[in-house]
DNA sequence: ATTACTAGCATCCGAGTAG
DNA sequence: TCTACTCGGATGCTAGTAA
């Protein structure tokens, strides 16, 4: 099997030449010259390259009157996705902060059943140096691969967030949860709730904060809300 | 001269693996077989990538009882910052939406002036589809290279956007300008304005909205705001 | 277990050049 | 001009192995 990634940096200069978009036209040599910068590789091996490129199925190319035509497929495109997640994801880590975007919808109000127990309500104001918690939780429903993705992230990385003991009364057991501070719209402070158990889902996130964010931000369900998460 | 765009997927990797934020010890065999997927590598060749990637000086690496301790450079990273930013590029042209993000400032007002001039009044009604436009512009002040390189490309892109003819009057001229379409903060349309003119500030973003912008967000000095910017 | 050397084979590169 | 072939030299690869 061919070593895929030797192609990752032609495939990105490809990109960064608009190939994403539109077919671009340009030769083999110009190419040659585009992807050099201090190094140079040859008009040859530019040719080969955009060969093992369509062998691969991440661009199509045909002839054009001087030189060819290059588009990168889907599966090109794909490709360059990856990539950019796997530094995106890369960067979130050093920089521990996650931004991740939601459409607001109404819960049940189960969120807002919890943080009234006082067990837990007292924890979050504690250890959130919250003054209070608006008695409400914002729910998020996540519309893309992407979020979701970050929201597992956080699934993931629990160990990094703010404990929030479980406890039990006579009938039942509440479980621990885990708290990342947030930013909701850039502006109001808050904090995502991380629940540990079998079943989470996957598409929303559900946010805290000692303010009213519905009315301070006036927002409405169906309005896209950006929550930066931070890691600690 | 070594080529070093070669070395972009191994570094990558170590990036994935958490190379940028500590320390990682990792053997040369089992980074061979984290760096594999489909088509494998030996341990000796990726013995021999972990040496050339310490000779770009993309890492420094340590012995350590069970492999070596590599940990990425200040270079390394701005390598990986580059990629990332190729790559973003890209995928900007192709949705045709650039995020920028910018503190708010107050400005010395000539923004607000000129909207007040009928002759650019009615064109910014007309063809930004504007019931009104509110008297005085947001200025957001960008804080770090990346969102004025993106502010940057925006002054390139003025072919896309939507133009506002400039005009004469008795004692001066009005230069053309560049419109593109905007929200605020997720919520409210607007539009950031690019002045074609010799001298314009690469860390300034100038925004105006047929709404009070500072009142509905409830903005005051030294926020953050974030634009997303819409290509066309 | 490691890393990383050497040897020898495989692959890749670019100059030359055909179409 | 262009793409992309051949071919000889350069480089890269892995197996074997030393430390």
Same mark, same amino acid.
């Given at each position: 099997?061919?070593?895929?990634?030797?192609?990752?940096?032609?495939?990105?200069?490809?990109?960064?030449?608009?190939?994403?978009?539109?077919?671009?036209?340009?030769?083999?040599?110009?190419?040659?010259?585009?992807?050099?910068?201090?190094?140079?590789?040859?008009?040859?091996?530019?040719?080969?390259?955009?060969?093992?490129?369509?062998?691969?199925?991440?661009?199509?190319?045909?002839?054009?009157?001087? @030189?060819? &035509? *290059?588009?990168?497929?889907?599966?090109?495109? %794909?490709?360059? $996705? #990856?990539?950019?997640?796997?530094?995106?994801? !890369?960067?979130?880590?050093?920089?521990?902060?996650?931004?991740?975007?939601?459409?607001?919808?109404?819960?049940?109000?189960?969120? @807002?059943? &919890? *943080?009234?127990?006082?067990?837990?309500?007292? %924890?979050?104001? $504690? #250890?959130?140096?919250?003054?209070?918690?608006? !008695?409400?939780?914002?729910?998020?429903?996540?519309?893309?691969?992407?979020?979701?993705?970050?929201?597992?992230?956080?699934?993931?990385?629990?160990?990094?967030?703010?404990?929030?003991?479980?406890?039990?009364?006579?009938?039942?057991?509440?479980?621990?949860?885990?708290?990342?501070?947030?930013?909701?719209?850039?502006?109001?402070?808050?904090?995502?709730?991380?629940?540990?158990?079998?079943?989470?889902?996957?598409?929303?996130?559900?946010?805290?904060?000692?303010?009213?964010?519905?009315?301070?931000?006036?927002?409405?369900?169906?309005?896209?809300?950006?929550?930066?998460?931070?890691?600690?």
């Amino acid at each position: 099997m061919k070593k895929t990634k030797d192609l990752w940096p032609y495939l990105i200069m490809l990109a960064k030449l608009g190939a994403l978009t539109k077919e671009i036209d340009i030769s083999t040599s110009r190419f040659a010259r585009e992807f050099s910068e201090g190094a140079t590789i040859s008009q040859q091996t530019a040719s080969r390259k955009l060969n093992e490129l369509e062998e691969q199925k991440w661009i199509i190319k045909r002839p054009s009157i001087k @030189g060819q &035509y *290059i588009r990168i497929t889907q599966s090109g495109e %794909q490709e360059l $996705e #990856k990539i950019r997640d796997l530094l995106a994801d !890369a960067f979130m880590i050093r920089d521990k902060i996650i931004d991740i975007q939601g459409e607001l919808f109404t819960g049940m109000g189960e969120g @807002g059943h &919890y *943080i009234s127990l006082e067990k837990y309500y007292t %924890q979050f104001v $504690e #250890k959130l140096a919250f003054k209070k918690v608006f !008695a409400g939780t914002l729910n998020l429903k996540l519309k893309n691969r992407r979020d979701m993705e970050k929201r597992r992230l956080l699934q993931d990385k629990t160990t990094q967030g703010i404990r929030i003991d479980g406890f039990k009364d006579a009938t039942r057991t509440y479980g621990p949860v885990t708290c990342f501070k947030a930013t909701i719209n850039n502006k109001i402070e808050g904090a995502v709730l991380v629940i540990q158990r079998t079943s989470w889902k996957e598409d929303v996130l559900e946010i805290i904060s000692p303010h009213n964010l519905r009315e301070q931000l006036g927002l409405k369900d169906g309005d896209l809300v950006s929550v930066r998460v931070f890691l600690e």
